[in-house]
């Protein structure tokens, strides 16, 4: 009985992007350095490397978090690399404490709980002005 | 005179700044910039002249704070979410005095309400509270601070505003 060869299953092809960047030779050198001094043998690796470290700074920053690095003798360096900053959020106000007093908290609830007053002439014009 | 307003940066001139006012100039000049840069404690806007972009005209300080939601009365309780109530805090406004009457004070104060619109927007908040010295009250009321009863006879006087009263103070749809 002659022996009917079945299909080979074949997995899904993954299509890659080619990546090439055109460098300057102090930038040429500053990556063969790297790659040296991290004993990484191929340009995807240290994309790839390089990719997930840019990454993880865009997320962090992205949530407000400063990057910073910290000498053994506690000297401290905030990273401030300008695009990042695009990703920051405008606004990252830090938390403080205020002493209430009970009864300011009485008036202040009373205050919360009215329907919200209309805006005044000068806080209209602040609004309004560029 | 073209103004800007920015964030305080190290490099600012802060030394000639003079509010008429020690703790208003040594907070400027002495805390600010820790306090925003090394403790989180405020983060300090500045007004600058476009001609001279480093020197400070005027600033701003904001921090984020909350009001204890155990610390109401029961009565007012019902309803609210079972957490402390955000807000912002203006914490400082000051304009140097050779800089006073040319609507700095005006401009700094908008900027603060702008960012109490992104901070509620992006964060949440729901009211801003200032601590306003006594003989500036009337200022912050031209704006639609009404004072918080029930503090201190002395020291500053606590001052409340509702975001969605800033919020409804925006430009309609044209």
């Known amino acids: ?130 | 005179m073209a103004v800007a307003i920015r964030l305080l940066e190290e490099s600012d001139d802060v030394e000639s700044f003079d509010c008429g006012d020690e703790p208003l100039n040594s907070y400027l000049k002495r805390h600010a910039w820790t306090n925003q840069r090394k403790n989180s404690i405020g983060v300090t806007y500045v007004a600058v002249e476009e001609s001279a972009p480093g020197v400070v005209l005027g600033y701003f300080t904001l921090a984020t704070s909350s009001i204890p939601r155990d610390g109401l009365p029961k009565k007012y309780v019902r309803g609210l979410p079972p957490y402390d109530l955000p807000l912002v805090l203006l914490a400082r406004l000051a304009v140097d005095r050779r800089f006073a009457g040319k609507g700095l004070g005006h401009a700094l104060i908008s900027e603060a309400f702008r960012i109490t619109l992104r901070v509620a927007d992006e964060v949440g908040c729901r009211y801003l509270i200032t601590e306003a010295y006594r003989e500036r009250t009337g200022w912050y009321a031209k704006y639609g601070f009404i004072p918080v009863e029930g503090g201190p006879e002395t020291g500053p006087q606590k001052m409340f505003l509702d975001v969605r009263t800033i919020r409804a103070a925006l430009p309609g749809p044209t």
């Open chain 1, 1 to 130: 009985m002659p022996r009917t060869e079945r299909p080979r299953q074949t997995a899904p092809k993954i299509r890659k992007t080619k990546f090439q960047a055109d460098l300057a030779p102090s930038e040429d050198r500053m990556v063969r350095a790297l790659k040296e001094e991290l004993q990484m043998s191929s340009n995807t690796d240290f994309l790839s490397d390089a990719l997930a470290l840019f990454r993880w700074a865009v997320s962090e920053r992205r949530r407000g978090h400063t990057i910073v690095s910290e000498s053994a003798t506690g000297e401290r360096k905030i990273l401030v690399f300008p695009r990042l900053e695009r990703v920051a959020p405008e606004v990252a106000l830090p938390h403080t404490e205020i002493q209430w007093t009970g009864k300011e908290l009485e008036s202040l609830a009373e205050l919360a709980s009215r329907r919200p007053a209309k805006p005044t002439e000068a806080l209209i014009r602040a609004m309004r002005q560029t």
